[in-house]
């Protein structure tokens, strides 16, 4: 069988572990099987990348710091509209996955493998949009597939592209997934592994709730509410490929041989369990304006205005009108609050009474499971553990597979953990 198997940053961030996901994949050769390899750059290299391009721009260090850290924002706002900055920076973070390739076919050379890296363009990934979140459009697998059937082990590097006007191109934050999913979609390949850090796709972060459970399988839809949702483990576009070219995923820990996590095209039986998993954001911030006159246009204004500007809302409540006035409140990304302000700011919101407010410290817990198509009561039950705890809820938003809530930042943790427990996820496990 053909495999592609992507190694995170924490897999290869020291030479010793590039060494042993070296003799991992040799392994897994020898076993019988072809093996294509895709790299994320060594752990915190991309991070540093981002930092001294910023520096050198001199921004503000709080305001990189919110952007290195952020999926969505990781161009310091200050920058966020400058094409000729985004270019540069793609070329230069592409080359995190540029050293860690070449590093690890060196590695399986080293033990005797015939290996070969390469990078975005020699892999003919050829991408459109930004410069850096960038869509992979084609792959051109043909020279993968021909060194893969001589035994050789291609490395290719993560997160890159080129796009046609022939510019370095890269695929957001934690897009080595997508690269490797995408890859084995141009593969045709039998399973795409994703290697890490954790032992597979838990019922939410384990780092934050020891007593989450490892899920031996779960949904397309549900790993995608949960990926957009502020879980890190699997980047979200890696989930929409697997899902519409039917990949096999299999989340893995790179530590171990253990079974991981499948993500499967959902089953009858998935909705048997309510919840199958809670996902906590901090990184979204929350905009009010009120007063605003309650006639057709005002809050469509607002919303193109930020739609041209690329600002992606989230959440969006209006009040009950009183009096004529309104108030409407939603959220973005921490990350754009910035430009989000200047482009209100532009705005001819100059109704006497209309106020801005804005509050960063929020965070978005979501519990998702496809089981709630089926179940009636699961917001009322997540509302009363909030209260329980004596958590207030700020905003709501509902979808068919999940229900969302925005409480102050500080008890974000606690209210992931009061959901997680409400819903019994330290107990219940979806067997595989
Ligand atoms: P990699 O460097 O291998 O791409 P990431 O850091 O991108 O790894 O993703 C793995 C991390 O995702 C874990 O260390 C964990 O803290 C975090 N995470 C968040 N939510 C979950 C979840 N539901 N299940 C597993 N890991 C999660
Ligand atoms: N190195 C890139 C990042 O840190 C891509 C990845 O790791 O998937 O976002
Ligand atoms: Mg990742």
Redesign the pocket.
């Known amino acids: 069988m053909l495999v592609v198997q992507k190694y995170?940053?924490?897999?290869v961030a020291t030479l010793e572990r590039i060494r042993a996901v070296a003799q991992r994949v040799l392994e897994r050769q020898r076993s019988g099987d072809q093996v294509v390899v895709v790299v994320?750059a060594m752990?915190g290299e991309t991070n540093r990348l981002i930092e001294v391009a910023n520096q050198l721009h001199r921004l503000g260090r709080e305001q990189q710091a919110s952007a290195v850290a952020r999926g969505t924002g990781w161009i310091a706002p200050a920058k966020r509209d400058d094409p000729e900055f985004e270019r540069e920076l793609s070329q230069l973070v592409s080359t995190g996955e540029v050293q860690s390739a070449a590093l690890l076919a060196m590695a399986i050379q080293d033990l005797g493998g015939r290996a070969v890296s390469a990078v975005g363009h020699q892999l003919g990934v050829v991408t459109s949009g930004s410069f850096v979140n960038a869509r992979i459009v084609h792959i051109d697998a043909a020279r993968i597939r021909q060194a893969v059937s001589e035994g050789t082990v291609v490395v290719c590097a993560g997160f890159q592209g080129l796009d046609q006007q022939g510019n370095v191109t890269t695929l957001g934050r934690?897009g080595?997934?997508t690269s490797a999913v995408a890859l084995a979609a141009a593969l045709a390949a039998d399973e795409c592994e994703i290697l890490?850090?954790?032992d597979g796709?838990?019922?939410?972060?384990?780092?934050i709730v020891p007593s989450a459970r490892k899920l031996e399988r779960i949904s397309h839809e549900e790993m995608l509410e949960?990926a957009s949702l502020g879980?890190?483990?699997l980047q979200i576009r890696s989930v929409e490929f697997a899902k519409k070219f039917a990949v096999p995923v299999h989340v893995r820990s790179s530590l171990n041989d253990q079974p991981g996590t499948r993500i499967v095209p959902e089953t009858p039986d998935m909705e048997a369990v309510l919840v199958s998993?809670v996902?906590l954001d901090r990184d979204e911030a929350k905009v009010t304006i009120t007063n605003c006159p309650d006639v057709p246009g005002t809050i469509a204004a607002v919303f193109i205005a930020l739609g041209e500007r690329g600002i992606v809302v989230d959440m969006i409540i209006q009040n009950a009108s009183r009096e004529g006035r309104t108030d409407v409140t939603f959220t973005v990304p921490e990350a754009e609050l910035s430009r989000t302000l200047e482009t209100l700011g532009k705005l001819p919101l100059t109704h006497p009474g209309i106020e801005l407010l804005t509050d960063a410290q929020v965070a978005k817990i979501s519990i998702v499971g496809v089981g709630m198509r089926t179940h009636a009561g699961v917001a009322a039950k997540a509302f009363k553990a909030l209260a329980d705890e004596g958590i207030n809820i700020q905003m709501v938003s509902t979808s068919e597979i999940k229900v969302s809530v925005v409480v102050e930042e500080k008890y974000g943790e606690l209210a992931l953990r009061a959901l997680h427990a409400a819903f019994d996820l330290d107990r219940i496990t979806r067997e595989g």
Do not use: F, N
């Open positions: 995170g940053g924490s897999s994320s752990s934690g080595s997934d890490t850090d954790v796709v838990y019922t939410t972060d384990p780092r949960l879980s890190k483990v998993g996902a």
